[in-house]
């Protein structure tokens, strides 16, 4: 995983519950901690349903691990390359976080948008 040992259970399942309802209008504003102090803060308005804003906060990382600007050295890369227009990275991230992406699930393609192919591309980058 390009961020994170493991995946968040509850991130996926809120954002598979997002992306198998965009025709339903709901209005989500979740923050939670996981794994070793990691922090998430998922939100998606009535206005634009089909929008996600994910922050992610990292614990402090080992001496070993190469940071720039609060995120591992290529995350940037990395994300930019695996989603391509469904996710903007959004400088600077909210306050807090190291990370905030702003997800467009409306273009995502059909096969990105199945819950086994969605679920391994956020399971990939978180």
Known sequence: MLLLQSHSRFLLQTLLNRVQNLDKAVELDYQWVEFDDV??????????????????????????????????????????????????ILDPPRDGFNLTLKLNLSKLSPDEGSTSSFSKVIMNLL
């Open 39 to 88: 922090r998430y803060h998922v939100q998606v308005t009535m206005k634009n349903p089909h929008l996600v804003l994910l922050s992610v906060s990292l614990p402090i990382p080992p001496p070993e691990t190469i940071f720039l600007g609060g995120l591992p050295f290529g995350a940037i890369e990395a994300i930019k390359a695996a989603y391509g227009s469904v996710v903007q």
